[in-house]
């Protein structure tokens, strides 16, 4: 079976940093471009941001530019997000996720999805 797991949530304080990892299991993701989205109560899922099959191809929401970093690492089938300075605003379910196209921001265009990862900032 296709797995996506995240790691590395947890609560930081306003202007600190966290990195997810999101780790693959079931089949290679090395064609696939990989996604990361989040959730907060009683909000929509959005994008937040995603790397193609070809590692230099990234996409990232305007509220995360210049604060987040997305990263894989093809031959450990993993893709990173490395969060810095970290908003209350960010506080929210982190999910990962796998599509066939090159960092696309539809939600509907990613195939695996894993089961999220809680990220709290404080204020």
């Known amino acids: 079976q296709v797995q996506l797991v995240e790691s590395g949530g947890g609560l930081v304080q306003a202007g600190g940093s966290l990195r997810l990892s999101c780790a693959a299991s079931?089949?290679?993701?090395?064609?696939?471009?990989l996604g990361w989205f989040r959730q907060a109560p009683g909000k929509e899922r959005e994008f937040v941001a995603a790397?193609?099959?070809?590692?230099?191809?990234?996409a990232y929401a305007d509220s995360v530019k210049g604060r987040f970093t997305v990263s894989r690492d093809v031959a450990k089938n993993t893709v990173y997000l490395q969060m810095n300075s970290l908003k209350p605003e960010d506080t929210a379910v982190y999910y990962c996720?796998?599509?066939?196209?090159?960092?696309?921001?539809?939600?509907?265009?990613?195939?695996?999805w894993g089961q999220g990862t809680q990220v709290t900032v404080s204020s």
């Open positions: 790397i193609g099959w070809d590692i230099l191809t990234t």
């Open positions: 079931g089949r290679t993701f090395s064609e696939d471009a």
């Open positions: 996720a796998a599509s066939p196209y090159t960092t696309t921001m539809r939600a509907g265009s990613y195939d695996y």
